[in-house]
Structure formats: structure tokens, C-alpha cells
């Protein structure tokens, strides 16, 4: 996998992951371009497109789009369910998931996807094995909490 | 409400409606896409009918309590803050405001006097971070990030990481300082660290990461003692650095035992090594050989397995699907497994996927049937690249086939993509062809472009002479509705079929002509070039070309396309059609000239040079001519080609003699048959990969119109600007036979071995003097010894210095193109005496050149060659003078080899290795090994190959530093396709080459050429 790319109908980029070194102004283009195209997309339409020499597998979840680029020799159906199994990781993590939780917690929806995915390969396809990767890393930053005086509360607002 | 803080409390707010993904009752639901898709419209309805201000305050309110808490752990309150004021903006300047004043405030906190502790720090660069993600550029923070990574919290490590892995570019100065940070945790020997370290690493990548951590992660590898999550990690890392930089990750006995991770425990390790495993199989495929046996193994117990076996990773009762679909791709760097036991394995694994295809589906979700498919489609991916056993091909084929029809739009569109190279394998085309009306039907009610896109790719991949003509016409119905974006696409595809299939040349033209008249815009300059080079090698469709395009410029509005080639045949072939009084040399050029006005500059010129041609057919509309060429208009026109063509024609029809003006003027000569112009564009078009390759006849050599291909008139050339000079009558070309100088080819006769193979003839250089005496009388080839030392040096060269002794140089510079060639001989006299009685010969053929060479002079010598058929002796070159008295023989041999007849062909790895499996007869190879004679450069080695002819294949060959090209052998009866591949073998100093050609004589020669190069 080349890239993934989440962004809302309204075409606000909400998390993007990038596996392959990329000039930034690049990114740029491409997330617009691809943006442009995803979102003129009908519902009943393919999920699977052509663009510039890589093939896009994207899928829509309520108001969010996930978007895979791949590989010309990569199989598009499964990536499609990678996404999926995103999808599921986020919503058990969360809750029932929603675009808010992505824009507020954008750090934990990228460190799930750093478990789950790795240099654009899967890393492991097992729930349990994810979460139970986050929920540890959760239980060690829990250890590190200490109580914050209100003040200190306060200063940083 | 509105104002108040955000509740930002560890219960969660569950309002309904806010949790827009899946709820679990919604992954259970049997249709969860229209559900989701319900629910959203819904929400869209209760929505719109408010005014825009009261939505708009609601949304804020909905905002500012909808924030969401944050679920588990952490609580970084002022991020959350802050993410919520920005998302409350109004408007883009509010955004940005807000965010300068946050960048303020965080410069000042990191400059301030007072040391952060670690809390601040991380959120401080977790802003910066957000505020990147947005879209801003932050050119600070990076220092803090790097200083987290040392703090002994794990979420402040984390989050320096992540800052890292997102916003630091390779070529930071603060790499070293990461590096540190990456070398400390992932010498930690804690298993969270070190995965913390190792995502690092594989989301930056660079190469001064790779140059210090290449050598460390194997070993964490394959260690004993290394938690399964972190060998995970370090596989991927691996993979990663082993994409970037290569060169940095050594092989070494670690390979061996990463191998045996496909036997691991653990179906997460497993999954990890296999990705790992394929990409290093890729480049180095005999290192990696063992891994066939192991993921076979793993393959069949997977697809065996009862669904629950697997536990969590068995998805949606789809046994482990992305593992089987990694076995399948790590199997496709390989030929069919050579045991036969393993191979029958092979064979059942996918023989059970196929099966379970037609099984009932276990549950009715979606994801069951994409995981089940996904391993399908790879399955039949494995199948196609085998390409040998006929009967899994077929299998293949009827399972596409019922996916044809699905509902499943996804599966439609694959169905039609895997089709296309099922259709270029021997076994299946046929197959593949009983979907045709299928396919058809597909490109006539797909709602998705894209689909229809698949599906005019495989009626192109399809198609052969039993059918071009119902897709030709298919493809041209459709053109007319099709959609902007591809139409151009299409008419290339559509021009390239007519030609290729063409047994009656009237319905080439006619095609292209339609093709113009419907969709003129997309007709590239290639189509309608070629459609003129066709008309103008093939005199029997001549005449009908002329009639059609001047009834089809009789249409009020044509296209201008269609005003250039009609201006170009009628400027051509009007006489043929020029006794009907309907179509007078007057009504003619009335009919062209009424659409003048309206063409563009570079029309209006072909036109003038219609005219000029007109003067020359037809006498009696001279004058007509002459008026419309000294209007002022004309005369004084704007534009300085036009001006300039206008003034020398006028002239030109006013001084020459009626002999002067036919001669200048005569019709245009054959072009040479060369590559076709619009393929080569189709190709740059598409690229190379997604290109069914439209030359499989030539290569199968069975039939499917090869015949067609090699008669038809090739294109001229890739550049269009020259193309355009030479199709322009100002700029004839003169082709090499119509030329009155030059002897015609094969008309000599002669004992020695190759002359039925070569047809040599010499000539003299046009219009100088040097050669004398033109037929002289006959020869005897001299039987003195022959000089050949550097003869091998011309292989992969076509200039340069063949023979030299104390007298005499010669030098030589050939040029070769499809089966013709030419060579220019040069003979300098080194002393400062003449040499009398000079005479140079072919073996085959007598010919005289200037008896006399002066002291120091040069005198050059043209041999004109044909290559009739394959063979494998050179001509000779004999050459006798006198100087002072003596008499001096020379025998040198022209190196006119077998591979100077290559024409470079470009093809993709799927398809060469599919030809050189077709070519896997042991006849048609041949091989050798030999000692490297050179030191062993690998830019010295492309330039070999290229200077052999053949095209050089980068990325086919999985091995990066094995060379593989590609080309065709250009005789006049026939064409021979030359795979051949090149594994050099550094610390042994050796070579292995390899060639398969159709011909075992030509493989075997060919292989004698060069491996002798290096």
C-alpha cells in the first residue's frame, strides 16, 4: 500500500498515512486530486479506480471516505476489507465510532493504525491482538498519570 | 448550553445518531451499507429544512457538547479545547487566527525560561502536530519532539514518535539525535519500546535510518528470545528499509531462517514474514527458493481448515484470508514447483478455492464475500501466472465469467480486469472469448465508468480476426456516447484493431473515417497519419480512399481531421476519381477550398501543398489555382508558412516545365514499414502494465493475424514534428528502393553459403563520382585469410574502425532498420602515395570502386543489405590496390550480424515470462556460462545489450542485478521474437545467458554473438 487516506464528504482531510517517502507538496496535489474524484463518485459506483499509475480502493463509512492506494499487483478486494478491519478497530476502541472521535483522539486513531498496519503491509490481522497491543500501551499511559492541581489546569488553557 | 466548557468527563456521551460507523447491532445487521446509507439520509432530512443561521448556531452547540470524551487513558485537556475553538471557527481567517495565536503561545512556552516538564511538552507538540494535519506548514517543535523520546513515560514517548515519524523529513539534521533516541529503546529490551522504535523506523525509512538499524533488525528478527509482536514489527521494518534501501540489507544467514517463520506458531508472525519473504523473493528469487515448499504447506492447511479453526483469524468464516492471499502472491515469484508431490499439492489448494466458489455463501455480509473472493482472484491470479495447467485456466475462466453477471458492482469490475490476461494465454483465450456478448452487454449498461473502461480493455484483449469486426463495431458505437475522458483511448484501440485485422483495407478506411467524422477532437495526429501512410503503401485501396473522403467532405461541417487527410488524398489520388463528372478536378478543389477558410494555419498549408499537386494532376484547374495562390491572401498572409508556401508554389506552377513540375511533384513513394506509431502512443498512454499486449500473434506465432501485422504499413515515427515533415509533400521522403541509383534487392546469384540468406548489393554514394564502373564483371572471392579480429568488436556497435594495417584504414558506420541496412565503408590510404588498381568487393557481388586513392585521401563505399532470412556467416570485403608496385589483398568481414536486424520491443515482466514460458521448447533455447572476459560493469553491460538490439526490460527480472531484453528479428520472410536474459554472477566472475527464440538456429546464433561481449 502506497497511502491511506480518510477524509469527510465535505472533503476535510481527517487522517492521512503516507508509506512511501513523499514530497509534501506532492501530498498535497494528490489528497486534492484524489478528493476531487472520490467525492464526485455516485454510491452504486465501483470501488475501485484507476489513478496515475496506481489503482484506489475506497470505501465510504457514514460521512467519512477510507481510501487505499495500491499497487498494480494488489489485490483489491482485500484491501478493501483491510479498511474495513480498520473501521472495526476504531469502532471497538471507541465505542461506537464516529468522525468526531477521529478529529479529537487523531493521535490514537493513528497509533491503531500503526498496530495494524506497518510500512503499507498488514501487521496483523487479529483483532484481539491490536487492541490488546493498544490497550496495553493505554494501561501503561493510565500508570503514568499523575493527579494535575487544577491550576495547572488552568495555565494551560 | 451555548458557552459552556466542554464536558470532557471519562463517561462517554451516547447520544444517538453521533455514532456514525458501527455500532455492534450494526455489525450484525445483514446489510449494513444500506442501513448506514438509511440512516445518513435521514439525518440529512431533519437537517435541511432549518434556516442556514439557526443550523449553523446548532451546530455549534451540538459541537461544543458533542465533544467527545476521550474514551481510554490520556487526557490532554487543551488539545481538546483547542481542536474544539478551531472547529468553531467561522471562517478560514478565524481558523487561521486562532492557530497563529496558539503558535505563539507554544513558541514562547518552548523558548520560555521555565523548563516544560514532559506533560507540556507532549501536548504542545501534539498541537503542533494537529495544527500540521490541518494543512499548515510548522517549521518548530521538532527539537521538543526529539526530547520526548528519551522521557521514560511511555505517552510522551509515543507522541515525540509519532511527531517524528509524521514531520520529520530524511534529511534532517536532527537525525542523528533520533537515531539516538531509536538506538536506546530498541536496545531496551522492553517489547513496547521497541516496537515504538521499529514503527520509527519503518514510517521515516530513510536511508541514514537504514545505514544504522539495517544490520540490528535482522538479528532482533530471528531471535529466539524476541516477543511475537516484536518480530512482527521487525519484519515489516525490514521490509520497509528492504524497499528504500536495498543495498543496506544484507543477506545473510538470517535469510534461511526467516523462511522458517512461515512455520511459526503464531498466524500474526507468519503474516508478517510472508510479506516480508515475497518482496525479498522478488529480487533475489533463488535465495528464497525454500520458502515455496513451506508456503504451500501453510496454504493447504489454511484452505483445509475448518473456518473456526483459526480462531481471530478467521474472518467473517473466511479462514485467514489475508495470509492466503500473501502465500498466493509470495508463489507468483515462481514457476510451478518441480516436485511433482508439491505441485499436485499446489494444484489441490487451488482446485479447493475454486470449489469453495461455488459453495454457498456461509453468511450474507459483504465482507465474507470480498475475504472469500479476495483469495479467489488471487488464486486465479497464481493460475494465470503458471499458465500451465489448461484445465485450472478453463476453470478460471467460467467462474470470471459467472462473476460477469454479478450484482456486485466491485465483482464485475475485477471479473473484467483478471479476463484481460486470461485472454493472452493460449489455454484460455477461447474461453475467454464465449463472454464477448457479456462483455459487450457490459459496456452498453454499466452505470460506472470505470467498468465500462475494464470492459473496452478486454474486447481489445480479446479480440482476433473471427471477431474484429463485431468489436471494431461495437467500440465504435459506443464511442459516440462514451465519456470524454476515455474516448481517445478508445479511438487508438479502435484504429489499432482495424489495422491489425484489416484483411480488406476498404474497411480500414472506412473505420477511420468514422472515427474522425464521430469523435474528430480525440483523433490523435497518429490515427490519421497512419490512415495516410496506409493508403499510400497499398495502391488497391487508393482509389476508394479518394471517393470516400470526398464524399465525406461533402458534409456541411467535418471535422478538421477530416479536411487534412482529404486534402492529403485528393492532393494524392484525385485523378482516380477524377473521370465522374460528379467529382471534376473543379469540384474537387471547389470542395477543398470551401472548408479552407475555416481550418487552421497548419491545414491551410497541407491544403496549399494540395493545390500545388492539383497543378500537376490536373492542368485545367491551373489557373484557378494560380488565382487562389496569388490572392492577397495568400501573398501577404500573416502567417510566414503560409506566405511563404503560397509564393514558392505559385512560382513553382508558373516557371517549371510540365517534365519539371511532375517530377517535383511526382506521388508520394511507399513509407517504410516501421512500428506502429499509434500502438507505441497507446502504450505511453496506458502504460506499459495495463497494456494487453496487442502483439501476441507475432510471438505465439499461431495464426491470429501475424500475417496482417507484418504486411501492414508501419508508422513512421514516435516524434510527431518530423512526422509531420515527412508526411508533407514539401518534405518527401525517399524511401531507399525507389531511388534510381540504388540496384534493387536480390538480384544476385552466387555459391557462397549466405547468399540466398542476405541480399547484399553495393552502391555508389549518391551523386558523387567515386565509384566507377557500376557492374563491373565478375569476381572471384579471394581466397587469402580473412580478417575478423575485429569483427566481434561490431556486435553491439554499428561504427568504428574494422581493419587497419601500416597502409590502409577502414572504417565503417552501418545503419540498420526492420530487415534493411546500409553501410557506409570508408577506405583511407595512411601513406602519402596513391594506391592504384583500387578495387573493394563484396564476395557475393563484384563492384569497383576508384582505381586511384590519392596519398591521405579518403573514399567511401555504400553497401546496401537485406536480410532475407536468419543466418550466420558474414559477407566478405576484398579489396585489392596497388601500391608502389606491389600488390596488396585484403580480406576483411563486414560485420553484418543476425542481431543488427532487432527491432527493441518494450514488455512487461507478466508478459515476457508468459512468452518465455511459451518459448520453453528445449530446441528453442540455448544456453552457455562463461567467464567474465571484462571487468563486470553493469552500465557497460546495458550498453551491450542495448547495442545488441534488444530492448533492455528493467523491474522483469526479480533479481535486480540480472539483465532481460527483448526484441524482433526483422527478416523479409519472417519475424522472430528473442527473449533473452543475462544473470551475471559477480564473486564468481561468471556469467549465465540464456536465450529463447522461436528458432533454434537463431537462439543459437544469437547466443554465440554475445556471449562473446562480455
Redesign the interface.
Known sequence: MRFMLLFSRQGK?R??KW???TAERDK?KMVRELMQIVLAR?????????WR?LKIVYKR????YFCCAIE??D????T???I??F??L??K?????????I?????KA??IL?EFL????????????VLK?I????L???E??SP?SVLE?MG?? | MCGARPSLGRG?C?QRG???????SH?GAPCRTQR??S??SELRNKVTPRSRHAEEHAAHQRERT???A??????M??L??F??DI?NCKSKEAEVKRINKELANIRSKFKGDKALDG??KK?YV?KL??IF?L?HDIDFGHMEAVNLLSSN????K??GY?FIS?LV??NSDLIRLINNGIKNDLTSRNP?YM?LA??CI??V??REMAEAFASQIPSILVAGDTMD?VK??AA??L??LN??SPDLVPMGEWTARVVHLLNDQH??VV??AA?LITTLAQKSPEDFKTSISLAVARLSRIVTSASIDLQ??T?YFVA????S?KLL?LL?CYTPPEDAALRSRLTECLETILNKAQEPPKSKKV?HS??K??VL??AI?LIIHHDSEPTLLVRACNQLGQFLQHRE??L???ALESMCTLASSEFSHEAVKTHIDTVINALKTE??V??R?RAVDLLYAMCDRSNSKQIVAEMLSYLENADYSIREEIVLKVAILAEKYAVDYTWYVDTILNLIRMAGDHVSEEVWYRVIQIVINRDEVQGYAAKTVFEALQAPACHENLVKVGGYILGEFGNLIAGDSRSSPLVQFDLLHSKFHLCSVPTRALLLSAYIKFINLFPEVKTTIQEVLRSDSQLRNADVELQQRAIEYLRLSCIASTDILATVLEEMPPFPERESSILAKLKKKK?P??LPDIDDARWNGNGNGSVEHSESAEGLNKSSPSLMADLLPTNRPRPASSSPTMLSAGTMGSAHPFTDLLNLNSAPSAGASLLVDVLSDGFSPASLDVSDENFSRFVCKNNGVIFENQLLQIGLKSEYRQNLGRIYVFFGNKTSTQFLSFSSSLNIHAKAVDPTVEGGAQLQQIVNIECVSDFTDAPVLDIQFRYGGALQNIAVKLPVMLNKFFQPTEMTSQDFFQRWKQLGVPQQEVQTIFKAKHPMDTDVTNAKILGFGVALLDGVDPNPTNFVGSGVIHTKSTQVGCLLRLEPNGQAEMYRLTLRTSRESVSQRLCDLLSDQF
Open positions: 482531510l487522517l492521512q508509506y512511501t517517502a498535497k455516485k454510491p452504486k459506483m465501483c470501488s475501485f479506480l484507476e499509475d463509512y457514514a460521512s467519512l498494480e499487483q489485490n483489491e478486494l482485500i478493501l476489507e483491510v474495513h478491519r473501521v472495526e476504531l469502532d476502541y471507541f465505542g461506537s465510532v464516529c468522525e468526531l472521535d478529529i479529537f483522539n487523531f493521535e493513528y497509533f500503526d506497518m510500512g503499507g503491509e498488514i501487521q496483523d490481522t487479529s483483532k484481539k491482538s497491543a490497550e496495553q500501551a493505554d501503561l499511559q493510565e503514568d498519570e494535575r489546569e494551560l488553557a | 462517554r451516547t453521533r455514532s456514525l460507523f458501527l455500532s455492534p455489525l448506514l446509507t440512516r445518513l458533542n465533544m467527545p476521550v474514551s481510554k487513558g490520556d487526557g485537556r487543551g481538546a479545547v481542536i474544539s472547529r506533560y507540556s501536548k501534539c502536530l494537529f494535519l494543512g513515560k511511555y505517552t510522551e509515543q507522541i509519532l509524521v523529513n530524511s513496547t516496537n521499529l514503527h519503518a514510517n525509512g530513510s509482536s512482527q514489527s515489516l521494518c521490509l520497509r524497499r528504500t498466524l500474526g503474516t508478517a510479506s481471530d483469524y474472518y485467514a484470508p489475508w495470509l492471499v502472491r507468483q465482507q470480498n475475504a473472493n479476495a482472484f488471487e491470479a458492482t466491485n464485475r469490475y475485477l452505470r460506472d470505470s467498468v473502461q502504460g502494465g495495463i
